[in-house]
């Protein structure tokens, strides 16, 4: 669309859209946006990736027009050079700024305290140097999102201050070694959202995370951290419900406390890289919320706990794979009509396959048993099987030794 089309289209139509709320002009060619009064009621204006044959420093021009704008997407653009705030300041009521995939300097990155209203700052994939201070003066702001930029570990300094936080997303940022205790994360005690996953952090979790009380999910995933099997840094954070940490060192603490957590997880994601962790942990007899676990490639060995899914009602997927467990594979005492998707593959679990799997679980879908040493019939009522490499007779799937005809239902 060209300027001049939608110079015309503001200008001319504005009286009869007074009601216009959000408009988007993302992916046009633009060389200059001219206008001098806007739609008095707009709120939310897409400016993201537009071709502007020239500084796109000129799309900032009009920016004034908007007055009550209070969400501005302004991604895919080089913003160095410029202070924002000259043309951001008049944005009194802007609340969720978009900056994503933007090259900005130091002087740019200050702007922002022209905007005291700003809540929820997106910067993904910053093409810039983040100083260490200054720019996130803004005692309002709630939301920030640093996620596959280029950072060091100073950032846990220059957000110290920022105790308004209540998202804080850090994933793949190159951030290295262990997280500072004396400085900055842990001051931020009404975050409730935290994620530093993909990184190359490492070393324990710092004790002082029990000061983010506030503390609602958790995302380290693929990091180098050495997390406790029992999670015992975690027990005082009353409000966590989903803590994601796959692809991290898990350990078994050599003394398992008998102490009751103050949590009650909804989400657990602890998949790990094959290391020993011994017996599972007694925490979890104390959770009933559970909704999704993930202990893949832990090696808690021992029998199945049935009563995982027997105390967890609205368990809906449930990850076991490589666990080294063992003896017969136990069902529910009652029915339990949420589960979806139960993998357990790659155990040593023999005997059949219980005949009521699909009164106990209704809801099954999926459900994959590879690599164990079942025998025995297969039971009817699932969707999806992944039986192979196991020593079932009656039924033919592949990699097994299996005999008979293959059913109609399969």
Same mark, same amino acid.
């Given at each position: 669309?060209?300027?001049? @089309? ?18 988007? !002009? ?77 090259? @900005? ?14 809540? $929820?700052?997106?910067?993904?994939? !910053? ?11 803004? #005692?309002? @702001? ?9 950072? $060091? ?12 936080? #209540? ?8 951030? $290295? ?21 993909? /990184? ?13 009380? &506030?503390?609602?999910?958790?995302? !380290?995933s693929s990091n180098h951290f050495k997390i406790p099997m029992s999670l015992s840094p975690l027990y005082n954070l009353s409000k966590i419900k989903s803590f994601y940490s796959s692809g991290n060192e898990i350990f078994a603490e050599e003394d398992d406390h008998n102490l009751s957590p103050k949590f009650q997880l909804e989400s657990l994601y602890l998949r790990g890289r094959g290391q020993d962790a011994g017996? *599972? ?11 999704? @676990?993930?202990?893949? /490639? ?57 005949? #009521? ?6 809801? *099954? ?9 079942? $025998? ?11 039986? &192979? ?6 039924r033919i799937l592949s990699n097994n030794s299996l005999q008979g005809q293959i059913s109609g239902w399969i």
């Amino acid at each position: 669309m060209s300027i001049v @089309l939608i110079y015309f289209f503001i200008y001319k139509y504005q009286e009869s859209l007074t009601s216009l709320e959000e408009l988007g !002009l993302g992916g046009n060619n633009i060389n200059k946006l001219v206008a001098s009064r806007g739609p008095s009621n707009l709120r939310t204006l897409w400016l993201e990736n537009i071709i502007t044959y020239g500084s796109s420093f000129q799309l900032l021009q009009s920016l004034g027009a908007f007055p009550n704008l209070t969400t501005l997407y302004l991604g895919f653009y080089d913003f160095r050079g410029r202070i924002l705030g000259d043309k951001l300041q008049n944005l009194s009521f802007l609340k969720n700024l978009y900056l994503d995939s933007c090259s @900005l300097d130091e002087h740019s990155l200050q702007s922002f305290r022209a905007l005291p209203s700003l809540k $929820n700052l997106s910067l993904q994939e !910053l093409n810039s140097t983040v100083p260490s201070g200054g720019f996130l003066d803004l #005692k309002n @702001l709630e939301y920030l999102d640093l996620s596959y930029s280029t950072l $060091n570990n100073s950032i846990f300094q220059t957000i110290r201050t920022m105790t308004s936080f #209540k998202i804080l997303k850090l994933e793949d940022c190159s951030l $290295n070694g262990q997280i500072p205790t004396t400085q900055g994360l842990c001051d931020l005690n009404h975050l409730q959202e935290l994620d530093m996953s993909d /990184n190359d952090l490492s070393g324990v979790l710092p004790s002082c995370l029990t000061n983010l009380t &506030s503390l609602q999910q958790l995302y !380290l995933s693929s990091n180098h951290f050495k997390i406790p099997m029992s999670l015992s840094p975690l027990y005082n954070l009353s409000k966590i419900k989903s803590f994601y940490s796959s692809g991290n060192e898990i350990f078994a603490e050599e003394d398992d406390h008998n102490l009751s957590p103050k949590f009650q997880l909804e989400s657990l994601y602890l998949r790990g890289r094959g290391q020993d962790a011994g017996a *599972l942990p007694k925490f979890f007899y104390h959770q009933f919320s559970l909704q999704f @676990l993930d202990l893949a /490639n832990i090696q808690i060995k021992g029998e199945f706990s049935n009563w995982l899914i027997e105390n967890n009602t609205y368990l809906q997927r449930l990850y076991l794979e490589n666990c080294s467990l063992s003896g017969p594979f136990l069902l529910p005492k009652n029915s339990h009509v949420n589960l979806s998707f139960l993998r357990i593959s790659m155990n040593h679990f023999q005997g059949q396959i219980p005949l #009521k799997i699909g009164d106990r679980l209704p809801g *099954l879908e999926v459900l994959k048993m590879s690599d164990n040493g079942f $025998n025995g019939s297969i039971p009817y009522s699932l969707f999806e099987l992944d039986l &192979s490499n196991n020593l079932l007779t009656g039924r033919i799937l592949s990699n097994n030794s299996l005999q008979g005809q293959i059913s109609g239902w399969i």
